[in-house]
Each structure stands twice: as structure tokens, then as C-alpha cells.
């Protein structure tokens, strides 16, 4: 008789456990789980979240589903998720130019900070410059006195009014005081284009459009702007091992959800995606689109947002670019 009414009172014991992990949750999630995305499909980052979106619904047993809402440079998208229900039923995918915009768009719809809770940073790839093989710099030093002894000769291409690429191209000028011209384009695939063609001689853009281009010999890589090389290009050096600080730059993907989101969600959701994020298959997935897995932790991200958003402000402001 002991012996049953202990296995009873561990029977009790577990069903009280379980129903107090479904109340702190609310049985999340039980129903499907919206992922915007605010760029067209197609890009890294929707390649990413439906990635992500795709485990969380095989883990979770319920269809997290990505709907695309672009339109100026992610906030119209962003927007909208910043006015849903703080519920754990929107998510929002984030690149750099969430921390960006505030500092670059004259009105922003959002505040990265008051209007959001970070989630993790999912992974980030590291911007790198490359030139057309006829330059004859061969280094990033060779690079910065070649224009300096031809002001105002040379262009670069960026793939993007305010991306990190384009603002790594303007960091570049700055430090060094070069009179360099920047050439915009809508897209990484159309700047790497231009600076294979030979129309804008340098180039900056996220590693991934580069990549192979630099591999094959189309490009000459002079840079990585990371802290350390790229299985991607092993061959191409860091700005710090060319002699050059303070230049680093990634074009980043993460998630957050509308700020005020119950804790015990957010939590549950950062447990699945760090998961998710070790399994070989996706880490695998991610290199091949030239990113590196961070998996951070949302205070840790919250950190990398604020320090993002200062540096690349002041980029912005030093250069004075303003988009209306």
C-alpha cells in the first residue's frame, strides 16, 4: 500500500508540474506563429528565417509561417511588428539596418530599444572589400595610398543606401580622408557586377555575393572586416592583419518579439533556437550562405543592438547621410 500511494503522489506531483509549466506558458504555442520578415523573399535573411521558422514548427508542433513585408529599408515591415500583440505569436527577422535606420531615415516608425525584446542574434557574416583585378593595389595599405595619390579617380560600389556595406565604404573614407565616390545599388548582386565589370573599381558588400567571385579570381579580396578569416575566403586577411583597427563589420539576422512579451516565451523560444542552431544541418545551411551561428543570449543581444546602433550612428552623422 506504500509503495502505491507514493507512485500516486508522484503521478499527483507530475501532472501538478505539468500544469504549472502550461499555465506560466499558456500552452504556447497553440495556435500558428507569424515570422516577418520586412525584405522581399529570396535574400539571406528570408533564406534564414524560414530556416528557423521551419525547426520551430517540427519542435514546437505548430506552424510558425513567414510572411514577407518589405518596403523602406525594413521599416514598414518592422513597424508593423512593433504594433502586434505582445503575445509570442509575432516574431520579427532583423538585419543591421533595424539598429541603423533610427540614426539614417528622418522619421522611424519603431524603436529598436523601447519597442522590442530581443530574442538572440541568429548569426552574422562579416562585410569584406574587394576590388577589380586591374587595380594595382595588392593590400588595403596599397589600396589607401593609391587613392589618396588619385583624389576624387576611384568609386565603390555598395549594395544598399544605409547598409553596413555601404556605411564600412564611408567608415573606410572617413578614417582615412579619401576622396572616394561612392556608387549606390539595390542590391549586393549589382555591386559585385559592377566592380567584376570594372565600372566602380572597389566594392564592398556582405561576404556571401563576393565569395566565389573571389575564389575564382574575378575579385581580389583585400579585406575581411571580422576579427578573424572566413572558411568562406580563407585566403583573404582581416583589416586588423593588413594593419588597419577599427573597421569591423557584419551584416547580422536576428530575432525579437514586441517588447512587453511574457518572459517565460521568450525564454522557451531562446531554448529552441539555440537548439536548433547546434544541429549539424542548419549550422551547415548557414555556411553555405556564408554566415557563422551566434546563438547569444537576449541580454547579450540587447547589448550588441545598443552598441551597433552608437557606432553606426555615428557614421551616419560624420558622413551626413540623411534619408528622407
Known amino acids: 500500500m506504500a509503495v502505491i500511494a507514493r507512485l500516486i503522489a508522484a503521478a499527483a506531483a507530475a501532472v501538478l508540474f505539468a500544469g504549472t509549466c502550461l499555465a506560466q506558458t499558456g500552452g504556447y504555442p497553440a495556435r500558428p506563429v507569424k515570422v516577418i520578415v520586412p525584405f522581399a523573399a529570396a535574400g539571406p535573411t528570408d533564406v534564414i528565417a524560414r ?6 514548427s517540427d519542435s514546437l508542433g505548430q506552424q510558425f509561417y513567414v510572411e514577407n513585408l518589405p518596403g523602406a529599408g525594413g521599416n514598414t515591415g518592422t513597424a508593423t511588428a512593433a504594433k502586434a500583440a505582445a503575445d509570442g505569436y509575432t516574431l ?3 538585419s543591421t539596418g533595424f539598429m541603423i535606420n533610427p540614426s539614417l531615415y528622418t522619421k522611424v516608425p519603431y524603436d529598436p530599444v523601447k519597442d522590442f525584446a530581443p530574442l538572440t542574434l541568429v548569426a552574422e557574416s562579416p562585410n569584406v572589400l574587394f576590388v577589380h583585378p586591374s587595380v594595382p593595389a595588392k593590400s588595403v595599405r596599397e589600396l589607401i595610398d593609391l587613392v589618396k595619390a588619385n583624389p576624387g579617380r576611384y568609386s565603390y560600389a555598395q549594395p544598399s543606401t544605409g547598409s553596413t556595406p555601404h556605411l564600412s565604404g564611408e567608415l573606410f573614407r572617413l578614417t582615412f580622408d579619401l576622396d572616394l ?7 549586393a548582386a549589382l555591386a559585385v557586377n ?14 556571401p555575393p563576393a565569395a566565389a567571385n573571389i575564389r575564382e579570381g574575378k575579385l581580389r579580396g583585400l579585406a575581411l572586416l571580422s576579427e578573424k578569416r ?9 583589416f586588423a592583419e ?8 557584419y551584416t547580422l539576422t536576428g530575432l525579437v518579439l514586441p517588447a512587453g ?8 523560444l ?7 542552431g547546434a544541429l549539424p544541418e542548419v549550422q551547415e545551411r548557414l555556411a553555405t550562405l556564408g554566415f557563422n551561428p551566434v546563438l547569444n543570449t537576449p541580454d547579450e543581444f540587447a547589448a550588441r543592438i545598443r552598441d551597433e546602433m552608437a557606432k553606426w550612428g555615428k557614421v551616419v552623422r560624420d558622413a551626413k547621410l540623411r534619408v528622407d
Do not use: C, W, Y
Open 51 to 56: 530556416l528557423v521558422a521551419q525547426k520551430l
Open 92 to 94: 520579427l527577422v532583423v
Open 181 to 187: 565616390v561612392m556608387v549606390p545599388f539595390n542590391s
Open 194 to 207: 559592377s566592380t567584376i565589370a570594372g565600372h566602380t573599381p572597389i566594392g564592398f558588400t556582405a561576404l
Open 230 to 238: 572566413a572558411a568562406a575566403a580563407p585566403d583573404v586577411p582581416t
Open 242 to 249: 593588413a594593419g588597419v583597427r577599427d573597421q569591423e563589420a
Open 261 to 268: 512579451t511574457p518572459r517565460d516565451i521568450v525564454e522557451r
Open 270 to 276: 531562446h531554448r529552441e533556437i539555440v537548439r536548433i
